[in-house]
């Protein structure tokens, strides 16, 4: 017998099943597909201004940082402003996100690049699929427009997110995932992002930068 | 195979760590931060009991139809292009682990966080076999460096002090320039931070757990505050996910309802910084990601848990909350259980997985004031399931002469309430009037254990019976 037989053997043997149970494949089968909600807090059912608030409010308690713009074509300015503002050299990294693309990056001094993150870069941009207002966490999907590896190498990482694609509650986030991607169909990875990194293994005291990003700057862009 | 474990020396290992100074030193950080920021966390979401309740039923509901969720988990897994392993021990997770390894020709694997990996040991199996395993959570590296196990479940290095974490940073890192300051905790960090990034960037594979693993998607879930999972995993060639089998949940609303209550129990946050969801390898167009994802499912003991009380245990999430408000963990810290997994949820896994002749003691090491129980997130009766190894032990004879015998009196006398009664007035008599003066005794026959450590408070001469009895015939009247 396979392990993978015998596995299953002595789940069905300790459970007292066959595993051809009509009613039990129902069941499961069902939940797949109806995939209940459960409770979901009231703190997140707000909507408009109220929602965007309690976003902010969330993602400054988890140690983030959090600036407002009108239109998209003011995040270039925004950004080029947070990484002077810090002391940071003036240089950037993205994928090829189209909406970051359409942004007039050469009104500012920023010295762009393109691509995956190395392990080099000190500052990236990269632009959230959603937020989550409850915890104050942006939702990341990998591809090339946003490779996966700016949200966690580089020193300092700036995510923009449209004020329409800030939900409640993560109920709501998965809704529009199936919807892009399908189904039970997922992107290779979605990161849920609260803050930047951290580490409270020594001592227990609380230390920022572990290995993540040092810095976590998230750009609401309300158009 | 052999398990590496003190266990059976439980009580000389307690005896050992409430005498190390450094060790008692560093376990008041545990008393003091975690039990309030739960409490905080969990005051500040209305629906928090709600959740519990929630997160317990669907693990509950998970595991009665735990082979039809794994089926379609394999299913959704392999349509993603990824690997499904069962290994029904550790040693065959170890060879199936060592064998991908191979295929892929590593030197190097990097090491999420995992208490799997510990349980199986797959560290020990690498090194011996030419692959260099490098943990990554700043915690298991630590520990790492100094050859110990983790001795919390999500803050392994909780029983360090910075200065013996400085030591073994100057001890190992002699590329580093001897004179540098490491005085501050912030610059322990940021050297591990740096050494460890080129550990990252050289990886041929990366070794991660689960937190959970979703069957609607095939996905599989780790959740950090460093970033150092994601490192892990997203950067070598071969991403291997070590999960065992009771991680599974249904769908990706169940895991969030889950997910609201893990953080929030474990360290107090509303969600932990890096939540992760990886499905498969790396797409057609993807600019970085690994090329190949296996998934290496370990049973190891679990399935036989199934049908059985102890299958309770099987919600566990492994948020640590049981071991932060445990009194006994608090005293003796996480060494002492002599295996992989401390506190509560280690004295009732611990028998399951390695045998209750070996983590007998562990069980017993309990006061039973149930505060486990009342922080678990998926409730499960932690002092009920204790109490159930008790019994097996007896049942066993496994249980000492000394404590059978003092039992079969108890038992002799707890049949006979009159003769009860009786005698613990008499006792109490006779002890209220020898300790009245002081009001405790430093030394007293048959309960050395207790007085060697601390004094035994003096009855004030009425039983607990004869008391409720008066106060109950007082409030009625």
Redesign the interface.
Known sequence: M???D???A???R????K?SETI??Q??AE??ER?????V???GQVSGEERIALFKL?AE??LATVTEVASAAEVPQSIALFLRNHNLPATLRM?DDPRLEKMPWDETTLEMSH??S??RDLNAVSHAFGAVAE???VVMV???EN???L???PDNHIVVVSAKDIAG???SV?NR?RFAFGK??????????????????????L?L?????RRLHIVVVRD | MTVHTTSPQFKANAAQALADVQLQK?LG??K???IDKRQKAAEK???FE??RD?ARD?KN?TL?????????YED?VKA?GGHV????TAE?ARSIILGICRDAGARTVTKGKSMISEEIGINHHLEAHGVVPVE????EY?IQLRNEMPSHII????HL??TQ?EQDFRRVHTHLDAKRDLSE??Q???EA?TV??ER??AADVGITGANFLV?????SIIVT????G??TQ??PKTHIVLAS?EKLV?????V??I??VLARSA?G???????????????P?????PENYHVV?L?NGR??????SFEEMLRCIRCGACMNHCPVYHAVGGHAYGWVYPGPMGAVLTPSLIGVDKAGHLPNASTFCGRCESVCPVRIPLPKLMRHWREREFERHLTPATIRSGLRTWGFFAKRPALYRLATRAAMGVLGLAGRTKGRFAWLPLAKGWTKYRDFPAPQGETFQARWRRERSRRSA
Request: proline share 6%.
């Open positions: 396979s392990a993978r015998d596995v299953f002595n789940i069905r300790s459970l007292g099943v595993g039990r494949r069941m499961v939940r797949l995939a209940p909600k459960g409770v807090p009231a703190r969330q308690a988890a994928g691509g995956p190395e392990g915890s104050g966490t990998s591809g090339h490779p996966s590896t949200n966690f190498l509650d993560y109920e998965w995932v039970s169909t997922m992107p290779r990875t979605v990161n849920w992002i609260t803050g930047p990194s951290r580490s409270g293994d020594i001592e227990q005291t230390l930068g572990a290995h993540g990003p | 560093a950080n545990v003091q931060g975690f979401l209305p629906e709600a959740l929630s669907i509901h009665a139809h735990l082979d039809l969720y794994l089926e379609a959704k993603s392993h069962f290994a029904r065959e990554t959570d700043l915690g630590i803050a392994p290095a909780v002090n910075a974490v905790p912030v322990l960090l940021t931070r460890l990034r990252f960037l069957a609607e998607t095939g996905t505050n460093e970033g150092n994601d490192l997203i950067l089998i249904p769908t990706l609303e169940d969030s309802q997910l609201r360290t946050q509303e969600m932990s910084v890096y939540t992760t969801f990886s499905t498969g390898p790396r797409r167009g993807d600019a970085d990601g499912l049973d399935s036989s848990m199934l049908g059985t």
